[in-house]
């Protein structure tokens, strides 16, 4: 069964930095790229960053371009999502999903919110 | 950016009766490999987003045969033919043709 467990989110001072990481199991990991989408409370779902299966390629949203770097362990079938200067337009559910045409498999979510 | 509308934004449906979605891009979602990358997501309340269908028309392993979507170059539709009170949630269409990749607002779907 293919599952992806993100976990890392939490409370944040505007700023500050987190790293979230997604756990993947049930498939050959480094066979697929990988996506970050997010979704503020109450709002719609929004593509965050994409990486290739080798890492090789990455792509980023324009307002986290410079701010956040997505990567990978191939060795450790684990994505990541390191997260500098945050601002509090960032606070949301964060979804790790798997592919990058369509992501057909997604996390459970973790919640990073950015207060002072 | 490709910009994906989708109407209506609020669909209260009578359960048995059929409901549809539309999707519009801003732009062709024909990939260079000549696929049309238009996705249908189902998010039920509290929960993470799940993927109904992909390449405008197929469904995913395990979506009830009531769901289907349709459309080409820049029009799509995602119909269910008879609702069920486990349908309720929200819809996005996703376009995964360029970058950055986009989502429609989202539909929620309600039951009269």
């Known amino acids: 069964e293919v599952q992806l467990l993100g976990s890392g989110g939490g409370l944040v001072q505007p700023g500050g930095s987190l790293r979230l990481s997604c756990a993947a199991s049930?498939?050959?990991?480094?066979?697929?790229?990988m996506t970050w989408v997010r979704q503020a409370p109450g709002e719609g779902l929004k593509w965050v960053s994409t990486?290739?299966?080798?890492?090789?390629?990455?792509y980023y949203e324009d307002s986290v371009k410079g701010r956040f770097t997505i990567s990978r362990d191939n060795s450790k079938n684990t994505l990541y999502l390191q997260m500098n200067n945050l601002r509090d337009e960032d606070t949301a559910v964060y979804y790790c999903?798997?592919?990058?045409?369509?992501?057909?498999?997604w996390g459970q979510g973790t919640l990073v919110t950015v207060s002072s | 950016d490709v910009v994906m509308t989708q109407s209506p934004l609020s669909l209260p449906v009578t359960l048995g009766q059929p409901a549809s979605i539309s999707c519009r891009s801003s732009?062709?979602?024909?990939?260079?490999?000549?696929?049309?990358?238009l996705s249908w997501f189902q998010q039920r309340p509290g929960q993470s987003p799940r993927r109904l269908i992909y390449?405008?028309?197929t469904r995913d392993s395990g979506v009830p045969d009531r769901f289907s979507g349709s459309g080409s170059g820049t029009d799509f539709i995602l119909k269910i033919s008879r609702v069920e009170a486990e349908d309720v949630g929200v819809y996005y269409c996703?376009?995964?043709?360029?970058?950055?990749?986009?989502f429609g607002q989202g539909t929620r779907l309600e039951i009269k």
């Open positions: 732009q062709s979602l024909v990939y260079s490999d000549g696929n049309t990358y």
């Open positions: 996703m376009q995964g043709a360029h970058w950055p990749r986009t």
């Open positions: 049930g498939f050959t990991f480094s066979n697929y790229a």
């Open positions: 990486i290739a299966n080798t890492g090789g390629n990455t």
């Open positions: 999903a798997r592919g990058f045409l369509a992501p057909d498999c």
């Open positions: 390449k405008v028309s």
